[in-house]
């Protein structure tokens, strides 16, 4: 069983707020991503990062940023919540098989 | 890049398998097919890869046709907690992301 988690599950917040989505993976995966989902919609590829100090653009053009000081850490920071960024947003790791992602239950975002 | 077609929707009876196929005519000799799957509202489950060869675990079984140019999952006996999309990828990245490309899947619903 995969061992990836997401907080917070829920966040509805403000516009302007300065948001953190944590994700953390205890299976030591040096691969980790941030996928983004509409409602209905496909998972698109935002961030990802290979290791420790490594962090890249995904195919979908994010204002969201991230951080990967620690291997099983990679939080993804929004400095000013909008409308717009409201979806739900899933977090995934692999190892040495990078196409083999177990992914977390995801947060849900709702900016008002 | 590889694209893959899927039916958009199945249904299923309860204990019965669940053959789901599909196309994937423009793939090439490297490159593997990835099944996961995505039960409503959270993160999508890694279910089982192959090249050529048909692939089995304790989820599923992966039939990949001599000239690769389709494939079918097979949950041999469906419950009502497969109900579920269900994403054929195709590893397609050229840049070594490991993005997946998820599409739009093959929702299959499991009837009692």
Redesign the interface.
Known sequence: EADIYQTPRYLVIGTGKKITLECSQTMGHDKMYWYQQDPGMELHLIHYSYGVNSTEKGDLSSESTVSRIRTEHFPLTLESARPSHTSQYLCASSGFYRYTQYFGPGTRLTVL | DAKTTQPTSMDCAEGRAANLPCNHSTISGNE?V?WYRQIH??????II?GLKNNETNEMASLIITEDRKSSTLILPHATLRDTAVYYC?V?VDRS?????I???GTTLQVKP
């Open positions: 593997y990835y509202s959270q993160g999508p489950q890694y890869h990828i590893r070594n992301t490991g993005k997946l998820f599409g739009q």
